[in-house]
């Protein structure tokens, strides 16, 4: 910061500080977030561009603090697993996750509910031990649950989550790689792990009737999930001609603003009832 000169130091230190002070407090709230039940869950369906049906419904998780107010969890979540909190309220989701699919399904639903794990929560938490006690607790056929990890946890360590996967597999809990075509996946070695959906990343999708590079990423790995025998989610969809798109490809199912935005899980039930098929 020194050799930077007088100028930028001044400009950049009271930037850095606060950020550092925001960061801390974000942290120190965290803590007490789950047993304040500052926490809730939104949820987004999907739907089947074959059938209509809306064959599954992606938890997001919100965070409302009295006083910081909604933080989202692209600040949070990061925070979560430099502390090792990840693992309690990832346990959290899941718990919940389960009893709302179950409940849902009570009421002749069909769809599977996804669940974002991450790339800490697969390492350092009991992660198959947690998936067994929340569909134990709600009695959830495992085929019900969809957990999304995202192509760079898979990558990581190979070995180690193809255990972990190999564990999902078995119980019937489906996988789908989240946020695909952004990270660096080895083809053959996706090909060998028990893997049930790819979702293409939103950058993918905005770039539908803008961007010839986008569409032909979207192609490809259309192509090459048909290839593997892995069902295809579409993220991020927003326009009407993104969705024609991926349809005319062969795309299995869309998800995104143009079909609904995230709600409170309270509302999912009447939106499933008004939705053209369930
Ligand atoms: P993600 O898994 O890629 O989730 C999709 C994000 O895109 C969500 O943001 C969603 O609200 C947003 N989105 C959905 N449709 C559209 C659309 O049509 N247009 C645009 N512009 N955005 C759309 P959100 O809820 O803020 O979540 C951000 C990220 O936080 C998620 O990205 C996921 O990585 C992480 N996250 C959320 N909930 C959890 C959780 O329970 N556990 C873990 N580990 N991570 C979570
Ligand atoms: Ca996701
Ligand atoms: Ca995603
Ligand atoms: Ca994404």
Redesign the pocket.
């Known amino acids: 910061a020194k050799a930077a000169g007088p100028g930028r130091y001044e400009v950049f230190a009271p930037e850095m500080r606060a950020q550092m002070e925001r960061r801390a407090r974000v942290e120190a709230a965290l803590h007490e977030a789950l047993a304040a039940g500052q926490f809730s869950l ?1 949820v ?1 369906p999907q739907r089947a561009l074959g059938s209509g049906n809306t064959c599954g419904a ?4 919100r965070w409302l603090h009295p006083e910081l107010g909604q933080v ?3 600040e949070f ?1 990061p925070l979560a697993e430099d502390s090792g909190l ?1 693992s309690v309220i ?1 346990a959290w ?1 899941l718990q919940q996750g389960c009893l709302l699919a179950a409940a849902w399904r009570e009421q002749g639903w069909r769809g599977s509910v996804s ?4 790339a800490l ?1 697969l390492r350092s938490a009991p992660l198959i031990e947690q998936v067994d006690r929340a569909l134990l607790a709600s009695a959830l056929p495992a085929e019900a649950l969809t957990i ?1 990890l995202t192509e760079s946890v898979l990558m990581d360590d190979v070995d180690a989550t193809a255990d972990v996967l190999l564990a999902l597999a078995r119980r019937g809990v489906r996988v789908s790689i ?2 695909f075509g952004t990270g660096y996946s080895s083809l053959a070695y996706l090909q060998r792990l028990p893997l049930h959906e790819l979702k293409i990343d ?1 950058a993918f999708v905005s770039g539908i009737g803008i961007d010839g590079h986008s569409e032909a990423i979207i192609e490809t790995v259309l192509a090459m999930a048909g290839t593997l025998g892995m069902e295809t989610v579409a ?4 326009t009407a001609a993104q969705a024609a798109f991926l349809a005319k490809l062969g795309c299995d199912a869309i ?4 079909l609904a ?2 709600m409170p899980v309270a509302e999912f039930p009447r939106w499933l009832a008004a939705a053209p098929a369930y």
Do not use: C, T
């Open positions: 939104f987004q992606e938890l997001l998780l989202s969890p692209a979540i990840i990832g989701v669940v974002n794990v991450s929560q999304e989240d946020d939103r993220e991020g969809v927003e998800q995104g603003y143009w935005r995230p």
